[in-house]
Nanobody, 122 residues
Framework: QVQLVESGGGLVQAGGSLRLSCAASGSTFSISNIGWYRQALGKQRELVAAISRGGSSNYASSVKGRFTISRDNAKNTVYLQMNSLKPEDTAVYYC????????????????WGQGTQVTVSS
């Protein structure tokens, strides 16, 4: 039903910036919660940031103050602005569409994009 396409990844030096995009089609985007996740080689997938249908956002402690999540409902797109990048940010980044919030925080749905690679060199 929903197709997600991530873009904007690449190779960047430590201290640099990237902006990731996740475009959704076939959706009721404006009323959907969205999450950004990442998975480094040999590690489990972790939540980076999430934004609710009402525009409220939250972040992992490791990226708070450096990353910003936003959405453009007219374009059915969510963004992740990443500043002051560190080698530890190297991972494949995925967007997740239509999750929900509980007492444990954002819980992902089964709707994932294909991922985009971010590599930060020292």
């Amino acid at each position: 039903q929903v197709q997600l396409v991530e873009s904007g990844g690449g190779l960047v030096q430590a201290g640099g910036s990237l902006r990731l995009s996740c475009a959704a089609s076939g959706s009721t985007f404006s009323i959907s919660n969205i999450g950004w996740y990442r998975q480094a080689l040999g590690k489990q997938r972790e939540l980076v940031a999430a934004i609710s249908r009402g525009g409220s956002s939250n972040y992992a402690s490791s990226v708070k103050g450096r990353f910003t999540i936003s959405r453009d409902n007219a374009k059915n797109t969510v963004y992740l602005q990443m500043n002051s990048l560190k080698p530890e940010d190297t991972a494949v980044y995925y967007c997740n569409y239509g999750g929900y919030y509980s007492g444990r925080g954002y819980a992902p749905s089964g709707s994932w994009g294909q991922g985009t690679q971010v590599t930060v060199s020292s």
